[in-house]
């Protein structure tokens, strides 16, 4: 069974950062495709980054530079480093991953609120 556990939310300041951090069972993070995703009020859930085995990153639009998709494969971790936060950020983000029948597999999530 594929857990996800997501962590590092909170409350920042506009033009502040923060890092998500993805904790992974049940998948080896450095051979599989990993995303982060996020879900704001009254709104879908889209996608904001991706990291692929082989390292390619794909980023949304609307981050502009200002985040990075990363891994650390020791500890079976993904990352989401934001900077340059604005209100617009202000979301559940959400980890996902490939499930173990060929499905998908998400964390629970943690929430990011962006303060003006």
């Known amino acids: 069974q594929v857990q996800l556990v997501e962590s590092g939310g909170g409350l920042v300041q506009a033009g502040g950062s923060l890092r998500l951090s993805c904790a992974a069972s049940?998948?080896?993070?450095?051979?599989?495709?990993m995303g982060w995703y996020r879900q704001a009020p009254g709104k879908l859930r889209e996608l904001v980054a991706e990291?692929?085995?082989?390292?390619?990153?794909k980023y949304a639009d609307f981050v502009k530079g200002r985040f990075t998709i990363s891994r650390h494969n020791a500890k079976n971790t993904v990352y989401l480093q934001m900077n340059s936060l604005s209100p617009e950020d202000t979301a559940v983000y959400y980890c996902?991953?490939?499930?173990?029948?060929?499905?998908?597999?998400w964390g629970q999530g943690t929430l990011v609120t962006v303060s003006s």
């Open positions: 996902k991953a490939p499930g173990r029948n060929g499905g998908i597999t």
């Open positions: 049940g998948i080896i993070v450095s051979i599989s495709t």
């Open positions: 990291i692929t085995s082989g390292g390619s990153t």
